[in-house]
């Protein structure tokens, strides 16, 4: 016990001398400083590498830009081929309209038919020779009868040996109206798609868009303005919620 109250005198005399006192001063400055001066050298090199990163995320956002760039040019390339490649089929069809609603007969002759049709319900004098071919459409799916047991009948494709021939017949479908028959222009897979939504959007309660028809193979819709209605031609399924 007394070597360590004479211990504690020594100490605390010892910390009353200002020699004492200032080397211990020295003595915690020098390590604070020499702590300090490896917390900079760990900082700058976490600095370098926070920058290393910050210029690679910028390279990758950079090279992210321009990807997307050329996503968007390829997109629109595409968009502008397909509509080409499309309006080119719609063009080959000009000639072409279908029959829907003629009952399905055996061994039958679907260019006579037409013509009879043609005569009897729409007045046009179609012959044989005005018919280059025509055909029922195939079924792709086994018929299901109706709750009456009839299964629908095919359309029949009609190619005809000029453009007015069908002009002839399109101007005067109308008067099939009181029949199961009707008369429409044979449209592209992506051009009676595109009707169809149109007219799925003309059904929709307070939508802009009264109605939806083909013409020449476009499809032309029936919009609702401030002054009344108007017509405009739809490209795309894209265009309706524009619209409507």
């Not at 829907?100 to 049709?117: A, H, L, M």
Request: glycine share 4%.
């Amino acid at each position: 016990m007394a070597n360590t109250r004479t211990t504690k005198n020594l100490v605390k005399d010892a910390l009353k001398d200002e020699d004492v006192l200032a080397y211990i001063k020295g003595a915690i400055m020098e390590a604070l400083d020499s702590k300090f001066d490896e917390l900079i050298k760990r900082l700058d090199a976490q600095d370098g590498s926070i920058m290393k990163l910050h210029n690679r995320i910028n390279s990758m956002e950079s090279s992210l830009a321009n990807l997307q760039k050329k996503q968007q040019k390829c997109e629109e390339k595409n968009n502008w081929l397909e509509k080409q490649l499309n309006d080119q089929e719609q063009y080959s069809r000009r000639n072409c309209i279908r029959l829907f609603g003629v009952p399905e007969k055996e061994n039958e002759k679907t260019s006579e038919r037409v013509c009879e049709i043609a005569q009897q319900h729409l007045g046009v004098d179609l012959h044989l020779r005005d018919i280059d071919r025509s055909h029922r459409v195939p079924r792709r799916n086994e018929p299901v009868p109706n709750e009456k047991g009839e299964i629908k009948p095919r359309a029949i494709i009609i190619k005809l040996t000029s453009y007015q021939h069908r002009q002839n017949l399109l101007m005067n479908r109308r008067k099939l109206k009181n029949t199961k028959m009707s008369l429409h222009e044979d449209l592209t897979k992506t051009n009676r798609s595109l009707l169809w939504e149109a007219t799925k959007a003309s059904n929709l309660q307070g939508s802009n868009v009264l109605s939806a028809w083909s013409s020449n193979g476009k499809i032309i819709v029936s919009v609702k303005t401030t002054n009344g209605h108007m017509k405009r031609q739809i490209n795309r399924k894209e265009d309706l919620p524009v619209i409507g």
